[in-house]
Nanobody, 119 residues
């Protein structure tokens, strides 16, 4: 069983920064690929960045490159999403998700954390 718990969301102004955290509870958690997603009201859920627990490979959607950074602390079973220069269009519920490396779909999701950026 995999459990994901996000935290760190909040209300900020445009240009501010936030750091989201996702604590992972799972046996052999390093076998999972981790991703952050977001869903804004009335829009589909979209992939933001992703990373593995081992190695330095990361993946970003174009709309966050240069502003968002994904990182992880294996000792704390935690994945982070550092968000800088936030824009009102970044307003969404942000979800942490995990999938086994051999699978294409994400099977495990956190409860989500709200990020609201005011102009």
């Amino acid at each position: 069983q995999v459990q994901l718990v996000e935290s760190g969301g909040g209300l900020v102004q445009a240009g501010d920064s936030l750091r989201l955290s996702c604590v992972v509870s799972a046996r052999n958690f390093t076998r999972y690929f981790m991703g952050w997603f977001r869903q804004a009201p009335g829009k589909e859920r979209e992939f933001v960045p992703g990373t593995r627990w081992i190695g330095s490979t990361t993946y970003y959607s174009d709309f966050v490159k240069g502003r968002f950074t994904i990182s992880r602390d294996n000792a704390k079973n935690t994945v982070y999403l550092q968000m800088n220069n936030l824009k009102p269009e970044d307003t969404a519920i942000y979800y942490c998700a995990a999938r086994e490396e051999v699978r294409a779909t994400y099977d495990y999701w956190g409860q989500g954390t709200q990020v609201t950026v005011s102009s």
